[in-house]
């Protein structure tokens, strides 16, 4: 059974940094395609980042793009969002998804048949 555990979400101000984690157990973690979402209330699940088992970044929203960058640890099972240069606009729950076999677009939520319970990232402004 795959389980995903999100952390490092907290309350910061505009133009912090912050690393987000997702721990990983259940799967051979280093062959799957993890990815980040955030969701606001009343909104779709938004694509953030995803990134390869081999640790090459897959692709990054634009929004973030510059500013975020996805990573990935294979010996600890963990993958990573580092966030820089943090805006209000960012504040929203993030969730880490994976996946073994793809076979929609990485940017698509429906391609992930894993996610994790989600951390709230709230940046002041």
């Known amino acids: 059974q795959v389980q995903l555990v999100e952390s490092g979400g907290e309350l910061v101000q505009a133009g912090d940094s912050l690393r987000l984690s997702c721990a990983a157990s259940g799967r051979t973690f280093s062959s799957s395609t993890m990815a980040w979402f955030r969701q606001t209330p009343g909104k779709e699940r938004e694509f953030v980042a995803a990134?390869?088992?081999?640790?090459?970044?897959?692709g990054y929203a634009d929004s973030v793009k510059g500013r975020f960058t996805i990573s990935r640890d294979n010996a600890k099972n963990t993958a990573y969002l580092q966030m820089n240069s943090l805006r209000p606009e960012d504040t929203a729950v993030y969730y880490c998804?994976?996946?073994?076999?793809?076979?929609?677009?990485?940017?698509?939520?429906?391609?992930?048949?894993?996610w994790g319970q989600g951390t709230q990232v709230t940046v002041s402004s």
């Open positions: 998804a994976a996946e073994w076999r793809m076979s929609l677009s990485f940017s698509n939520p429906g391609a992930y048949n894993y």
């Open positions: 990134i390869w088992w081999s640790g090459t970044s897959i």
